[in-house]
């Protein structure tokens, strides 16, 4: 479904403006993008690799699971293909690649992060570049130390890091100590997406129907959430199968379920989140998901419907 990047101009522009900086500095420019899932963080990261077209493109992103140390330069080393000649120690690379019979050969961790900046910095050779770094947030403390050691360094690339909130993060102390490092570079962008607004939601469908009739009942369904268009018109198909889908009972997730239990227990977002295990910001969203998806004018009228449902997860249950 060919979904055009409608309210995002404005920040392909300020990533092209700092890989413009990047290559007339001839250092590396951090540009960082922020926003919650789904709202669109590496399809605007792919939209300024192809606009901007480096002769090198570096990139990298946790494991699914638990990230081990270096998780970010592994990937990078892995998606090179042959292995290439560098200026580091054998034995040093085989520990940054996380090659399954890694070396008995240990090094300080200070150590390791200058083998694993010059293995970047050889790796793109001096040429115009663009490192990719897709959800900081699931890095792990080695390579986030990496990231923030090469903004700012001596070679023409941009440093494009996409995150979610830091309260999501692994170790969001650390996230949020490198995500201001990173800003702290002369030159450095910064995008933080939004979702969309229902003109916005309505711009889409005019391209994609012909007309935006549905624009407001679409965007109350998605929340404005660019992901959850994408997945509706998806499914959708027609204008018929649009209005159909935006016009049932959207379902709640398992999380909302629980957050939905916690208000008819009367419960503030503050209690909500120590008896979750989730931070206040994290709460604060699913309250305003319920909201949308439940057509309650208020968390009170949420809960009074929530009384009258048997079906609610409960903490802990």
Known sequence: ?????????DALQELRHAWERAQALGRCVPAVITGLPGTGKSRLAAAAVQATAPEVTLSGSARLHSPAPYDWLAAVLAGCGPRPQLPVPPQALAWLAQDPDVPRER???????????????????????????EDLHALDP???????????????????????????????QLTVRTLERLAGVAGAARCHLNALTAAQTGQILLHVYGQSALADATWRHTGGNPYRL??????????????QAVRAPAEL???????????????PNKQIAKVLGISVRTVTVHVSNLLRKTGASSRTEAALQAVQTTSLARPGG
Do not use: F, H, K
């Open 230 to 243: 994408t997945e509706v018109l998806a499914v959708a198909g027609g204008l018929d199968g649009l209005a």
């Open 253 to 267: 997730t398992a999380r909302e379920r629980e957050v939905l239990g916690c208000l008819a227990e009367g419960m």
């Open 1 to 9: 479904m060919p979904v055009p990047m409608v309210g995002r101009e």
């Open 142 to 172: 080695a390579s986030l130390n990496l990231i923030a050691e090469l903004a700012g360094a001596e070679m023409p690339a941009l440093l494009l890091v996409t995150s979610r909130p830091p309260d999501e993060a692994v170790n969001p």
């Open 107 to 133: 090094y300080t961790p200070d150590a390791l992060l200058r083998l694993a900046v010059t293995t970047v910095r050889a790796l793109a050779g001096g040429r115009p570049s663009v490192l990719m770094v």
